[in-house]
């Protein structure tokens, strides 16, 4: 930016004076750069030269040391909220009124030129450790409904850092929560995994866990799976609870639990009667896709049975259903699946190719999807059962909506949940890329848990429950 | 480069349509532009809001114009109010509409589209421009949810249900009627932002209105 000549000197960039548009173009970049929105961070320069920001030659590297400075510990920085409102009510640097409210954003640690700072820093301690304790969530619905009424607070242009998204450069956006529901009944775990050996040549890993979105509500997750097998056949099965559903946790939970055991029931002893043990002829399809259909009815009406006895509305149950079984023929597999509501099923085979079955039925805007319960749904059960039979199947994956959005459109980019490397847009926690599921979590000693932590990748706008079950060729990875 | 979008991304746009012919001058006009400030403020401390609120500003006063295109919450710019004119909502709503087609980003097969969209309108008269066809091609293609909104005696309320599934009235265009409905608008984001996917109705979303301060729902 600043000239050769120039950069010797060690304060040129004070001494320099900037056009307006010179400043607005670094603010955008480190606004860019620290994710902080551009008013706020021009509030904070106004209030660091306590006049507006473009009217004098700041120095932005001295900015940019507070902003990194603001990557502090929570406490750090709720002190240095409450210093900076009460710095501006003191000492009434406000520029202008319509800035007023900007200028409360948290500067850190503020002008050092005022005595009083120090004092109202300790002052403040107290505050501090009921704030930090409410990360760990406890049912303390003083501090929950603290949380909810932040967001939309008059005065709260809060601006903390987002500690999962790790240090370096230190990103400084709104926190996400992770609360403990206030209503204790029916729980179920934030995040479970389960991983076991199906045969000598396949196995299942499974994993779930609570969207950041939840935590932040103070909600539990609404997401369930199970899976069996009986002979040839497994079965696996997602479903996903609505979100603006009361109970839909345990809606997903029957949904699994009577799909699962159906097809158990009905595929018991059930073998393909082709000749040809490769090529499964039509009324052997015909009775599968009965059996997948009999499967979503008894889904359907173990909800409504449920509702019934609870007295309560079959929507407050509201949850999707995916279901799809698998049984190895002679050199060929056969997956038949059937799709009620968004999430996807996707087969990954030795070519390196991805085939996705069915079609999620979202709405020209995608908060339009269907439920087992969704009135007349039942008639449009036969329709929605898909078939693939293909050679060399390497692992098979079922999903809810909140993995599988991920990954839109899925037709052209599921084929990275498997083997991306890295997988487009996703990061660890740690600021790592991700890679596909075959290259990290397959590999790994402990499958269960490598999915969990998996399953908590971080992608801007997703934030919902992730759920998804695999089931892999463990001999051929 | 700062257009491109993930094709994965899904955005809560949100369009904010302003009246300001010219009874909106004074101070109507700057507790709308004040309002505007805290708005932005607040919905990027929710990070939720941060994640996925696109906001875009269309003032109608003799004609209209789209102020702020959709933008993302953190890049945008609170827009400087000038009121004068008349009310020429027919032409604000043949914006929007147009708008509303060219950048918000429907589902198709190769994209995942945008939640559907919130469009607020703020007005204080009757439309004094052709507003029928407009409005009523503009309801037809389902584009948005719709908040209607009037404030003071001025408004026609036929016009408002015409125009919104839901109607708001608001007592008059006092600084803190209009101050306490910005912030309403702004709780109704955050709110409808979290709930985006949980595919409950808008209304069982909207938060409640601060009737105290002479704002209510005309059912």
């Given amino acids: 930016m600043g000239s050769d000549k120039k950069q010797t000197e060690n304060s040129d960039i004070r001494q320099k004076a900037r056009t307006k548009e010179e400043v607005a173009s670094i603010v955008r970049d480190l606004a860019k750069k620290y994710r902080i929105p551009k008013v706020v961070l021009e509030a904070r320069l106004t209030s660091y030269v306590a006049e507006p920001y473009y009217q004098r030659e700041i120095d932005v590297y001295e900015v940019e040391r507070r902003l990194r400075e603001l990557a502090e510990p929570e406490s750090q920085r709720t002190a240095a909220k409450q210093q900076q409102s009460e710095a501006a009510t003191q000492t009434g640097k406000v520029p202008a009124s319509a800035q007023q409210r900007l200028v409360n954003a948290p500067i850190a640690p503020s002008p050092p030129n005022e005595g009083q700072e120090s004092r109202s820093a300790e002052k403040s301690k107290a505050s501090v450790k009921t704030e930090s304790a409410t990360d760990m969530g406890g049912p303390e619905p003083q501090v929950a409904r603290h949380a909810e009424v932040r967001g939309t607070s008059d005065e709260a242009t809060e601006v903390a850092m987002d500690e999962s998204r790790g240090p370096a450069p230190a990103p400084i956006a709104p926190e996400w929560k992770v609360l403990e529901p206030k209503d204790r009944t029916e729980p179920v775990d934030h995040e479970v995994c389960k991983s076991v050996d199906r045969d000598e040549h396949w196995k299942i890993v499974a994993g779930s866990v609570r969207g950041k979105l939840h935590a932040h509500k103070a909600l539990w997750r609404d997401d369930a799976f199970a899976f069996d097998w009986t002979d040839d056949w497994t079965i696996l099965a997602v479903s996903d609870g609505a979100g603006s559903a009361r109970i839909s946790r345990v809606g997903a939970r029957i949904a699994c639990d009577e799909a699962v055991e159906t097809l158990k029931t009905l595929l018991t002893n059930f073998r393909p009667s082709s000749a040809d043990p490769d090529s499964p002829s039509e009324p052997d399809l015909m009775r599968i896709r009965t059996f997948l259909v009999e499967a979503a009815r008894k889904a359907q009406a173990g909800i409504l049975r449920e509702a019934k006895a609870r007295s309560c509305s079959h929507k407050d149950l509201y949850a999707t259903l995916l279901v799809m079984v698998h049984r190895p023929l002679d050199r060929q597999h056969l997956v038949a699946a059937i799709q009620v509501g968004d999430g996807a099923v996707g087969i990954f085979s030795g070519d390196g190719n991805c085939t996705l079955m069915g079609v999620a039925d979202h709405g020209e805007y995608s908060s339009e999807t269907r439920f087992l319960t969704t009135p007349y749904i039942e008639h449009e059960f036969e329709q929605r059962v898909t078939f693939s039979i293909k050679k060399d199947i390497r692992c098979l994956a079922a999903m809810c909506d909140g993995v599988s959005d991920d990954f839109f459109p899925e037709g052209e980019r599921l084929v990275e949940l498997f083997v991306g490397d890295p997988i487009k847009e996703l990061k660890q926690k740690s600021g790592e890329p991700v890679r596909g599921v075959m290259r990290s979590v397959l590999k790994e000693a402990d499958k269960a848990n490598a999915l969990v932590e998996w399953l908590k990748y971080e992608k801007k706008g997703s934030s919902d429950d992730r759920t998804l079950l695999l089931m892999y060729r463990n001999d051929l990875l | ?219």
């Fill in chain 2, 1 to 219: 480069m700062e257009n491109a979008i993930s094709t994965s991304l899904r955005r809560l746009p949100v369009y904010v349509l302003i009246d300001c012919s010219g009874s909106m001058s004074g101070e109507p006009i700057a507790a709308l532009e004040m309002g505007f400030r805290s708005l932005m403020a607040d919905l990027t401390s929710d990070p939720q809001s941060l994640d996925t609120v696109w906001l875009s500003v269309i003032t109608f006063a003799s004609t209209a114009e789209q102020l702020v295109p959709l933008t993302d919450i953190v890049d945008f710019d609170p827009p400087h109010l000038e009121a004068g004119g008349t009310t020429a909502l027919g032409e604000a709503i043949e914006l929007l509409t147009e708008r509303l087609l060219a950048e918000v980003r429907p589902t198709t097969p190769e994209q995942k589209g945008d939640w559907k969209p919130m469009v607020y309108v703020l007005t204080d008269g009757s439309p004094t421009d052709d507003w029928e066809g407009p409005v009523d091609d503009f309801r037809s293609r389902e584009l948005a949810s719709v908040i209607a909104c009037g404030a003071g005696p001025e408004v026609d309320e036929g016009v408002l249900k015409r125009l919104g599934q839901t109607v708001i009235r608001l007592h008059d265009t006092q600084p803190g009627t209009l101050g306490a409905f910005m912030k309403w608008v702004t709780m109704s984001v955050n709110t409808v932002s979290r709930s985006v996917g949980t595919r409950a109705t808008l209304n069982e979303m909207l938060p409640d209105l601060p009737e105290e301060r002479g704002i209510r729902l005309v059912p």
